[in-house]
């Protein structure tokens, strides 16, 4: 199972709203700004393409977040 913290879930929840729009309300297409975001926070590309598919699926909006990367195998980091 990969693992997240947090801060990379809070970025990659902000990142998924965003594919989400644009690819169901034709929002701008900002991508550079979050690619920067998620490298900076040193999350794997594999965890944000898998972020970005499963908004290919437009009903996976409507789900929680987490429970979608659960089921890909993407656990977030307990805080302490």
Not at 25 to 31: G, P, S, Y
């Amino acid at each position: 199972m990969r693992t997240i913290t947090n801060e990379q879930f809070n970025l990659l929840q902000g990142f998924m709203l965003h594919c989400w729009n644009v690819y169901y309300n034709n929002q701008k297409k900002e991508f550079s700004f979050w690619a920067k975001q998620l490298d900076e926070t040193a999350i794997p590309w594999s965890i944000q393409n898998d972020a970005a598919c499963l908004m290919d699926k437009r009903e996976n909006g409507f789900y929680y977040f987490r429970n979608l990367l659960k089921d890909k195998g993407i656990q977030i980091k307990k805080s302490k």
